[in-house]
T-cell receptor, first 114, second 115 residues
Framework: AQKVTQAQTEISVVEKEDVTLDCVYE???????LFWYKQPPSGELVFLIR??????QNEISGRYSWNFQKSTSSFNFTITASQVVDSAVYFC???????????FGTGTSLTVIP | DTGVSQNPRHKITKRGQNVTFRCDPI?????LYWYRQTLGQGPEFLTY????????KSRLLSDRFSAERPKGSFSTLEIQRTEQGDSAMYLC?????????????FGPGTRLTVT
């Protein structure tokens, strides 16, 4: 069975602080894909990144970076120099190569205080 | 706007009534997904279409729920004899390609309130 755990329910940071959102996943498949989505107050989920299980290279995109570690089954997301516009709920999701459905975590609500 | 659209955005209905939601995916996307999201939870998969074929259904999708994608374009999700537990945000997503692991583009959702 597949499972995604986001243990942090809510995080508050002051603007310009760095923040890391944790994601731990479970799967027995050897080929799988991990995603991060952002859900702002408007409600529409916005794709941030996709990573396959064979690519453990960390990725940086502007102020966003992702740390994928298969040894700990984690795919953590760091926002550097947070901004008020980063306030949203962030979801980590897993899909396996043999399945057709996403498994989402319960999300982490991030509030960036000006 | 060429993204995924959903109608209506909000629906309030009385328990026992039937409701139907519509999703228009991005035009060239062959895959379409329905999810349900309740407050404080992540989206839960309901069903998935590749073109007009419904290829997978979650056990969450009781026999009161039915989804169609008649011409491989827009899709409808119908809930019959609604119950208060059906109150949720219903999300539609679409993706392009031969495999299920590509990026899914989500619509704004339809929020259903059953009174």
């Amino acid at each position: 069975a597949q499972k995604v755990t986001q243990a942090q329910t809510e995080i508050s940071v002051v603007e310009k602080e760095d923040v890391t959102l944790d994601c731990v996943y479970e799967t027995r498949d050897t080929t799988y894909y991990l995603f991060w989505y952002k859900q702002p107050p408007s409600g529409e989920l916005v794709f941030l990144i996709r990573r396959n299980s064979f690519d453990e290279q960390n990725e940086i995109s502007g102020r966003y970076s992702w740390n994928f570690q298969k040894s700990t089954s984690s795919f953590n997301f760091t926002i550097t120099a947070s901004q008020v516009v980063d306030s949203a709920v962030y979801f980590c999701a897993l899909i396996t190569n043999t399945g057709n459905q996403f498994y989402f975590g319960t999300g982490t609500s991030l509030t960036v205080i000006p | 706007d060429t993204g995924v659209s959903q109608n209506p955005r909000h629906k309030i209905t009385k328990r026992g009534q039937n409701v139907t939601f519509r999703c228009d995916p991005i035009s060239e996307h062959n895959r379409l997904y329905w999810y349900r999201q309740t407050l404080g939870q992540g989206p839960e998969f309901l069903t998935y279409f590749q073109n007009e074929a419904q290829l997978e259904k979650s056990r969450l999708l009781s026999d009161r729920f039915s989804a169609e994608r008649p011409k491989g374009s827009f899709s409808t999700l119908e809930i019959q004899r609604t119950e208060q537990g059906d109150s949720a945000m219903y999300l539609c997503a679409s993706s392009l390609g031969g495999g299920p692991t590509g990026e899914q583009y989500f619509g704004p959702g339809t929020r259903l309130t059953v009174t």
